[in-house]
């Protein structure tokens, strides 16, 4: 705690004095950390090389672009639910295998959306440059005809008969249909491909206002299925479905509501369709979902707000929606199984001003700042980043240091990860110049007191 209210002003001059040094310290050596470690992570790592006995030397490929199941450079990375990065075509073998758990860490995967990863993909491809190495070339995400006839004639025809089955206007003959295309799309890519260019998205999106809730329930799961499908998305937003998804994940029962959300995900990894979703009114039940979901729901909600809210304009319209305190309540919940994903999407809203607003007003400064204390790396980054907005408020700084925020955050910019370290050392940065302007501040008074002591008495007796 810096300022005081009452004492020794020489006492409270030093203390501030001391913590200042100490920041200012921190922070030097920090920024030396910092760069130095960056220039032996591109020695070490992207520019690492092995020697052959002909003499020539071979770029040794960086582990983080590796794909765990091959170990060979990554051509399509993609991520998974449980955030690992993969190849495209290993964990989609992996997945069509019958395998429900990420390879790497065992935890079950959630859906089997895969979203790229473009930033590991460009990473790769300026290192292959700087390697002199061929970047791998952008896999087309469409199948030559050659390839898409891999799925057997047997499926194709099956594929025909249920597109028929579609068109009749049978409500029992439709739901069955969406039924059986909601498990071929989820068997393999073939599949997927070949339904789309069958023309069932549209018939699927027509099933979506139906009053059958197993019918919605089917044509939902089919679209989040068929969604996997990079050219699908396409596909699936020209056909209007984004109005019927958002009417399912409003109206239908807990399981649709469910896939409506994780489909709503799936369609948002390509920006151009954050603003759509947004637009459609989508925000508010996912909201809601996030709230009164299955703890398989609230995680479909999360992922669908977390990706909806990277677009600026989503952000208010969920903090309008009630988010934040629904997210405060899953920071405290003594199980924790949402922290992770709460947190993520704190620290987006905080750099809004009304997402700020409404994160200061929950008082979540206490709860902040015990993640930064204890928290897993991820959450103390996160938690870090949220309280970097909310100390652009004078008030806020001194809650923080009063809660005891110094010695974690100062843990955090030394040992942190890469991204903890720098938002620690943001939030050093603000508390630097608070100390420096509370410093300025006694300084003036300690001199008006001393001027004030020493003027000469000018009055006369009479």
Sequence with gaps: MVTSTGGDPEETIEKMSMLLKKIKDFVQTENVNINSSSAIEKSSSLGETSTEESGKTTPVIPDDFRCPISLELMNDPVIVSTGQTYERSCIEKWIEAGH?????????????????????????????????IEPPKRPGTSRSRQNKSSSSPVEDCKIGTLISKLRSGNPEDQRTAAGEIRLLAKRNADNRIAIAEAGAIPLLVNLLSKP????????????LNLSICEDNKGVIISANAVPGIVYVLKKAGMEARENAAATLFSLSVVDENKIIIGASGAIPPLVALLNEGSQRGKKDAATALFNLCIYQGNK?????????????????????????????I???L????????????????????????SGSPRNKENAAAVLGHLCSADQNVVIAQELGVMEPLLDLAQNGTERGRRKAAQLLEKINRYVEQQKQASQVTKDQTTDNQTQPDTSVDC
């Design 100 to 132: 429900t758990s990420c390879p790497k860490t065992q935890q079950p995967l959630t859906h089997n959306i895969l979203t790229p990863n473009y930033v590991l993909r460009s990473l790769i491809t300026q290192w292959c440059e700087s390697n002199g």
């Design 212 to 223: 059958d809730s197993r019918t919605q329930e089917h044509a939902v799961t089919a679209l």
């Design 316 to 344: 208010g319209k969920a903090v309008r929606a009630g988010v934040v305190s629904i997210l405060m309540q899953l920071l405290t919940e003594p199980q924790g199984s949402m922290v992770d994903e709460a947190l993520a």
């Design 346 to 348: 704190l620290a987006i």
């Design 350 to 373: 905080a750099s809004h001003p009304e997402g700020k607003l409404a994160i200061g007003s929950a008082k979540a400064m206490p709860v902040l700042v015990s993640f930064v204390a």
